[in-house]
């Protein structure tokens, strides 16, 4: 039995002539192979993926490798030769990558059958061996010390049935491991109830629903998939120590910052990574500091306000902050920086929402907590510097200014929208007039965006409606975030003593201010109070660009001649 029971066209020729070479031997039946098994927790690697095993009964377990084309070993490093003369290297050899994946899936099955401890004993004793199949080698006999001349499998190998190789191998292993304390004659030699067991654990067949939760996470990771292909555009900033990366929401700024920070953390590279958005700041904190440890070395990641008040000791008033955030705040910083020498200033900084924090006084701080300072330091920032300016009105004059010290490098801006669904996308350049961008070959339409203008005294109750709609779908809390263009204290959405105990449970709210750089599966936008203003549009920008995969806008019906005459204008402006 081999499962599948087809081959996929884009396999290698080798594997499909293993895959017919076993399909056509009679003995083989009794055997259950698989091909092209996964093993996601691997010894040497992240994964890796094993080209056949064959579970046989009375003979072992067998991962195979499948080699075709030219193979060659020059001063340690393999080279394999495709039939397209595609050449990819490697240190590892095919006899000890099909070993560690071998082993890899051993404790695979150990770990999952923890608990099962007449089972797991049972595999413990089971014979596991490997073979490297060259299908297109006449002779292969150069394996030096990494393999048994049994092990391999060459073009004259076909001529005999496949079952052939697998007692080969069969005897080999048993003979080489007939001594050691683990081996059993009778109980290293699976049964065929052994492997069917086997087969169960790792490819059995099922039968599950594919419910909302699944389809919404498929969709994610086909998002998450495009917001990986803008890292290419780091490789710019490899060979430029300042840039400046330009880009709407959802362009994947904020994730390219974010990787940035990661290849160039070392033990021994001091990084300032900041953010305007506190809320942001905690989340890049939280998800960067599972991986890599920065308190060593000194690095900071997230926002820029709470940096610099932890710098400089001082406490916000409770009214009228923008004093003391535009002035007191980075004067005071500055003072405290004077006396820093260049080995405690940071190596490079990375300044992700930088239209949010382009102020002249805030590029005095950078300039003065950077090795080398702005004009000759190691810095990128990244920025939005059309669409999310709720705080700077004239980004030019400081990209201008910082153009004036500095000679950097201004990548074209970023078009790709690897965040939202196209439906998304395009009602958000329907509404706000924003530069329509681009999504991905293969991009998901998504579910067209809902509005709704209930009365202003119905606005939380339609609020709570949409949340109940989507929790019946089993669309998790997690999932779901609610914007206000309110401060939260004048909010009125979740007053309901339903949506205070969904609150607790997970669901997502905040201001839309307090929300920028994240983002949500499913979001619902509501109370605003105008909306002619660029202020309003700018929000109303970001409020949309949150939603990855559903939007609902939520407008009292005040509201409704003003959005009707917004997107007449709107669509008279595209078509002139």
Known sequence: MIVPNSIDSNSSGGEKAVFRHFSNDVNSNNFIILHSLFVAKHLTRISGELDFLVLAPGLGIFALEVKHGRVERESGIWKFTNRHNKVTTSTIGPFRQVNDTMHSLRNYLLDLTKGRQKLQTKINKYMFGCGVMFTGL?????????????????????????????????????????????????????????????YKLLRGDFHYNYSNLNQILDEENVIAHFTEEQFELLSFLGYNDRGLIQGGAGTGKTLMATEWFQRNSSDNFKIGFFCFNKKLGHRLNAEITQCINVENVGSFIGNMHSYMISQTKLTPPGIDQSQFYNTDLPLQCLIENEVLSEQDKFDMLIIDEAQDLM??????????????????????????????????????????????????????????????????????????????????????????????????????????????????????????????????????????????????????????????????????????????????????YIGISRAKLKLFLVLDSELEKSYNQLLATRIKNFQV
């Not at 702005?374 to 009105?393: E, H, P, S, T």
């Not at 965040?419 to 998901?444: A, W």
């Open 138 to 198: 006449d002779e292969f006999y150069d394996y030096g010390t990494e393999a048994e001349p049994w092990q391999i499998f060459t073009r004259s190998g076909f001529r005999a049935p496949a079952s052939h190789y697998i007692s080969a191998l069969s005897k080999g292993f048993h003979e080489k491991y007939k001594n050691k304390h683990w081996y059993d004659v009778n109980s290293s030699r699976p049964t065929k109830e052994d492997c069917d067991t086997l």
């Open 359 to 540: 102020s002249e006084s805030y590029i005095d701080v950078f300039d003065s907590m950077l090795k080398g300072g702005i004009a000759k330091g190691k810095w990128v920032m990244f920025g939005d510097f059309c669409n999310q300016l709720i705080y700077q009105r004239n980004p030019d004059a400081i990209i201008n200014q910082v153009s004036s010290v500095s000679a950097f490098t201004r990548i074209p801006p970023l078009k790709i929208n690897c965040r939202n669904s196209k439906n998304i996308v395009l009602y958000n350049h329907t509404t706000t007039g924003c530069e329509k961008q681009l999504s991905p070959e293969g991009m998901i339409q998504g579910e067209h965006v809902e509005h709704f203008f209930p009365a202003k005294s119905k606005v939380a109750f339609k609020v709570d409606e949409i949340i109940k709609q989507l929790l019946n779908k089993k669309v998790p809390l997690s999932k779901i975030t609610v914007l206000t263009k309110k401060s939260i204290e004048k909010s009125e959405l979740l007053t309901s003593k339903e949506a205070q105990s969904w609150k607790k449970e997970g669901l997502e709210f905040s201001t839309i201010h307090s929300y920028k750089g994240l983002e949500n599966s499913f979001v619902i936008v509501s109370e605003f109070d105008e909306l002619e203003s660029d202020y309003a549009t700018s929000l109303l």
